[in-house]
């Protein structure tokens, strides 16, 4: 079974920044590197969307609603996934789910995902 687990969230000020950080302790290694890593987040009441996420030999990928902002980055070896996130403002607030998929995009593919990290943005 794959399990992620989360960490970095917490509580920021809008123009304040928060790194997330998220490892799949018990996934093999060789096969964590063929598969897409990254970061999607809920709000309350809406849909489950792209933060970004990053493919095995693709480009990065990001939502347009976080582009500039946030950058991911993955350490294969650590089977780890980072997400900086910067200049962040209320509408960031959101619960953030790491996951690791193959294949098209979730709902598309197989997909795991973590538990979820609070982060709030507030004055």
């Known amino acids: 079974q794959v399990q992620l687990v989360e960490s970095g969230g917490g509580l920021a000020q809008p123009g304040g920044s928060l790194r997330l950080s998220c490892r799949a302790s018990?996934?093999?290694?060789?096969?964590?590197?063929?598969?897409?890593m990254g970061w999607y987040r809920q709000a309350p009441g809406k849909q489950r969307a792209l933060v970004a996420d990053?493919?095995?030999?693709?480009?990065?990928r990001c939502g347009e609603s976080v582009k500039g902002r946030f950058t991911t980055s993955r350490n294969n070896g650590r089977k780890m996934v980072n997400l900086k996130m910067n200049s962040l403002n209320p509408e960031d607030t959101a619960v953030y789910y790491c996951?690791?998929?193959?294949?098209?995009?979730?709902?598309?593919?197989?997909?795991?995902w973590g538990q979820g990290t609070q982060v709030t943005v507030s004055s």
């Open positions: 996951i690791v998929y193959r294949g098209p995009p979730p709902p598309g593919g197989e997909a795991h």
């Open positions: 990053k493919s095995h030999g693709g480009s990065p």
């Open positions: 018990t996934m093999i290694s060789s096969v964590f590197s063929m598969y897409t």
